[in-house]
Every structure is written in structure tokens, then in C-alpha cells.
């Protein structure tokens, strides 16, 4: 059974941090890349990173670069979400989901066949 399960979410003030997790299991973790997307209420979804667990490489859009960092522990078939100097417009459900890399490593949730459950990070001004 496929799962991924994210954890890290929760409160925080703007200018602070948080980490994201996200837990994989079921598929064979190297063949395939991890994003995380957000969803804002009344919003679409929107790609923020995705990383390869293959050969590491990773994306960004461009709202969170060098504010966000992914980066991935494939013994533990684990991808984090460091991220810090949050604003109140970062607030959403962040998901991660699994892109099977013979797609190519892209930051489009049509491409992503495996979803996570979601979890909510607020940040408050």
C-alpha cells in the first residue's frame, strides 16, 4: 500500500520557521521524485519544491526561493521541508506527493500520481 504521510505543520509567527516532513512508503523511493504543493483557501494548488531522489536535484518556484529548503533522506525514504522567514501568504495545506521520474523532475500536480493527506500551516501576523 502506497502511503505518504506528512507530519511538522502547525502555528506560527510571521518571520518564524517550521519543518515538514513526509514519510514515504510503498513504491521504490529512487524511482521517483517528492514535491510538496500548497493549497490556500479559495486558491489552486501550487507547486513550492520538489527534489529527486535519484540524483538529488530540486526545484523551486520562485515565491519561496531562499526562503525554503527540500532536501531528502532516502534511508529513510523521508523528504523534509525546512522553512523559514514564513509570511502570512504562505499559509495553506501543504501536501506531498510522488512524481515517477521517467517524466522528468517537474513541479506540476497533474504528474504526480501519489498524494499525502495534507497539513495545515498557519501563519499569523
Known amino acids: 500500500e502506497v502511503q505518504l504521510v506528512e507530519s511538522g505543520g502547525g502555528l506560527v509567527q510571521v518571520g518564524g520557521s517550521l519543518s515538514l516532513s513526509c514519510a514515504a512508503s510503498?513504491?521504490?523511493?529512487?524511482?521517483?521524485?517528492i514535491g510538496w504543493f500548497r493549497q490556500a483557501p479559495g486558491k489552486e494548488r501550487e507547486g513550492v519544491s520538489c527534489?529527486?531522489?535519484?540524483?538529488?536535484?530540486?526545484h523551486y518556484a520562485d515565491s519561496v526561493k531562499g526562503r525554503f529548503n527540500i532536501s531528502s533522506d532516502n534511508a529513510k525514504n523521508t523528504v523534509y521541508l525546512q522553512m523559514n522567514n514564513l509570511k502570512p501568504e504562505d499559509t495553506a495545506v501543504y501536501y506531498c506527493?510522488?512524481?515517477?521520474?521517467?517524466?522528468?523532475?517537474?513541479?506540476?500536480?497533474?504528474?504526480?500520481?501519489?498524494w499525502g493527506q495534507g497539513t495545515q500551516v498557519t501563519v499569523s501576523s
Open positions: 527534489i529527486s531522489s535519484s540524483d538529488g536535484s530540486t
Open positions: 506527493a510522488a512524481e515517477w521520474l521517467g517524466y522528468g523532475l517537474q513541479l506540476l500536480p497533474p504528474l504526480y500520481t501519489y
Open positions: 510503498g513504491f521504490i523511493f529512487n524511482d521517483y521524485g
